[in-house]
């Protein structure tokens, strides 16, 4: 993460219509994110780790960059090899295949870089999308949990458990 991230990451996690498919209750502010982004971040320590999905585009006739989206690693166990994935992307820079991109760099990371074994996402029942993109991304659905979560409409959800095996490198 770059200090100019932090606008964009503020803007996303204070989205309240998303709110339903993680943890949080209530804003976050600004100052906050600020701190967030600029801090030290160690994912044996933390646990955790976020990375940013950017991409290049032309404008003006010029090259440049501009973030699209962000992928975490969390529940980090280096002792048992494995981490959750979370991913978001941007409501104007969906189904261009960022996500996609954004989930195999992530998994080639974790296996290169980490040496993780095996990668799992906690996806609503309800959220077909995310469920095709980490299906697609080589994930399989290997539990359910029931009535998990309370959805943006006051009801019940379903919660996906998806693994992905990372292959050795031996």
Request: aromatic share 8%; hydrophobic share 40%; no cysteine.
């Amino acid at each position: 993460m770059e200090p100019e991230d932090a606008s964009q990451l503020h803007a996303w996690e204070n989205a309240s219509e998303d709110w339903w498919m993680g943890a949080s209750v209530s804003p976050i502010s600004a100052e906050a994110m600020k701190r967030f982004v600029i801090g030290n971040h160690d994912l044996y320590h933390d646990r955790q780790l976020r990375l940013m999905l950017d991409t290049r585009g032309q404008l003006d006739g010029q090259a440049n960059w501009r973030t699209v989206g962000a992928v975490d690693l969390y529940d980090f166990e280096p002792r048992h090899l494995r981490a959750g994935v979370a991913l978001h992307v941007d409501h104007n820079a969906r189904r261009l295949g960022h996500g996609l991109e954004g989930l195999l760099l992530l998994a080639d990371y974790a296996r290169q870089h980490l040496g993780l074994r095996q990668l799992y996402a906690e996806v609503p029942a309800s959220h077909h999308a995310s469920l095709a993109l980490f299906t697609k991304a080589g994930y399989l659905e290997t539990g359910r949990r029931l009535s998990w979560i309370r959805d943006a409409q006051g009801g019940w959800d379903d919660v996906v458990t998806l693994q992905m095996q990372l292959p050795n490198q031996d």
